[in-house]
T-cell receptor
Framework: GQQVMQIPQYQHVQEGEDFTTYCNSSTTLSNIQWYKQRPGGHPVFLIQ?????EVKKQKRLTFQFGEAKKNSSLHITATQTTDVGTYFC?????????????FGTGTLLAVQP | DSGVTQTPKHLITATGQRVTLRCSPRSGDLSVYWYQQSLDQGLQFLIQ???????AKGNILERFSAQQFPDLHSELNLSSLELGDSALYFC??????????????FGPGTRLTVL
């Protein structure tokens, strides 16, 4: 079945360092969404990318959608302790009309002050 | 606050028991999704309802069932509980249009502990 993998599974950085998580889908995606889950919290929608090669920025966060629409990345510049959490990418089920999202395996980011 | 509510927040029960988790979607959302998240695990999709009807099924055990009521709230029933069912259960809702760009809004979750 359709799979969405993320690497790394876990990353520990010093505050101020950059961080990148990569998302790879086994199938082409019509769009990709990113969610953040703080420790003890629930996933919160961050952004959606739709176009091939699309790049969007939210302050220190930069999101990219690959040209083939099978991969995506999230880059955080100069991490802060508030960036701690698990970042999930998610894409619609291939060929489905159910709005069901396939979530990636997630990347847990730890930031040391 | 996402606008999605879930009750109860915490639930502690014994093996073999049955529990019901409740979710109220955001106002106007027709789709409800249920996810299971075990410790240090990702989000496992269980089931989706749209306007009262089951729309998609994931890795949901036969001991688990769900429904969505006319007022659009949803319940997830877990029966014959086992230790391994201990997890965080999230409900999410979305508008539920036929487009593929449906953002999901998650509730705060119900933490289930089976002893």
């Amino acid at each position: 079945g359709q799979q969405v993998m993320q690497i790394p599974q876990y990353q520990h950085v010093q505050e101020g360092e950059d961080f990148t998580t990569y998302c790879n889908s086994s199938t082409t995606l019509s769009n990709i969404q990113w969610y953040k889950q703080r420790p003890g919290g629930h996933p919160v929608f961050l952004i959606q990318l739709v176009k091939s090669g699309e790049v969007k920025k939210q302050k220190r966060l930069t999101f990219q959608f690959g040209e083939a629409k099978k991969n995506s990345s999230l880059h955080i510049t100069a991490t802060q302790t508030t960036d701690v959490g698990t970042y999930f990418c998610a894409g619609p089920e291939y060929g489905g009309a159910t709005n069901k999202l396939i979530f990636g395996t997630g990347t847990l980011l730890a930031v040391q002050p | 606050d996402s606008g999605v509510t879930q009750t109860p927040k915490h639930l502690i029960t014994a093996t073999g028991q049955r529990v019901t988790l409740r979710c109220s979607p955001r106002s106007g959302d027709l789709s409800v999704y249920w996810y299971q998240q075990s410790l240090d695990q990702g989000l496992q999709f269980l089931i989706q309802y749209y306007n009262g009807e089951e729309r998609a099924k994931g890795n949901i055990l036969e001991r688990f069932s769900a429904q969505q009521f006319p007022d659009l709230h949803s319940e997830l029933n877990l029966s014959s509980l086992e230790l391994g069912d201990s997890a965080l259960y999230f409900c999410a809702s979305s508008v539920g249009t036929t487009s593929y760009s449906d953002t999901q809004y998650f509730g705060p979750g119900t933490r289930l502990t089976v002893l």
